[in-house]
């Protein structure tokens, strides 16, 4: 895994493909809290921050990107691929593929300056568009419009956000360093 500067790793993360992926990346400026656990393949931009308990799941045919500045809050669930629980077959992660039912599969991808809230989900092939909010408890399926707060299960636009203050404190950093 490439890795960028200024990373906090907690000892209790697990990276079951990332560990031994070369094109899997964590950028600079990088936090992840205890109890991370990532079966797919990850690139994470940087002033990226997990907080605890999330869980990025998905195997070898999933990926979970965020272009940077981004938070994903405690107990998160990002899905990458999901058996779709229908009468196409048996399901499981130990199911040998001639006898599995179909699965629905997808990077999961973060804009930048796109959040994640408290126990929320995202599941295959959703995208959070630039600052997108997806606010706690909240259940994603798909796309998302640029700066949006979306809530609920499934999430629907509540309103959108003015981008100024934060596109203007981007580029004060971006001079700073």
């Not at 405690?74 to 499981?92: E, K, N, T, W, Y």
């Not at 796109?114 to 994603?140: C, D, F, K, Q, Y």
Request: hydrophobic share 35%; charged share 25%.
């Amino acid at each position: 895994m490439n890795q960028g500067n200024d990373i906090i790793i907690d000892d209790d993360s697990v990276f079951k493909i990332a560990r031994n992926c070369d094109h899997c990346k964590i950028g600079n400026r990088v936090a992840i809290d205890k109890g991370f656990y990532c079966t797919t393949h990850i690139i994470l931009g940087d002033y990226v921050h997990i907080s605890p308990y999330v869980t990025c799941v998905g195997g070898k045919e999933g990926g979970f990107i965020t272009e940077g500045f981004n938070n994903i809050m405690a107990g998160a669930r990002i899905v990458c691929v999901s058996d779709r629980f229908d009468d196409s077959g048996l399901f499981g992660a130990l199911i040998p593929e001639e006898f599995k039912g179909k699965q629905i599969k997808g990077n999961v991808m973060m804009e930048k300056f796109s959040n994640i809230g408290t126990n929320a989900i995202v599941m295959p092939g959703s995208t959070l568009r630039e600052g997108v909010l997806l606010t706690a408890g909240s259940l994603l399926i798909g796309d998302t419009v640029p700066w949006g707060v979306y809530k609920g299960s499934p999430a629907k636009l509540e309103k959108t956000l003015d981008p100024t203050r934060i596109k203007r404190k981007y580029e004060e950093l971006t001079k700073w360093t």
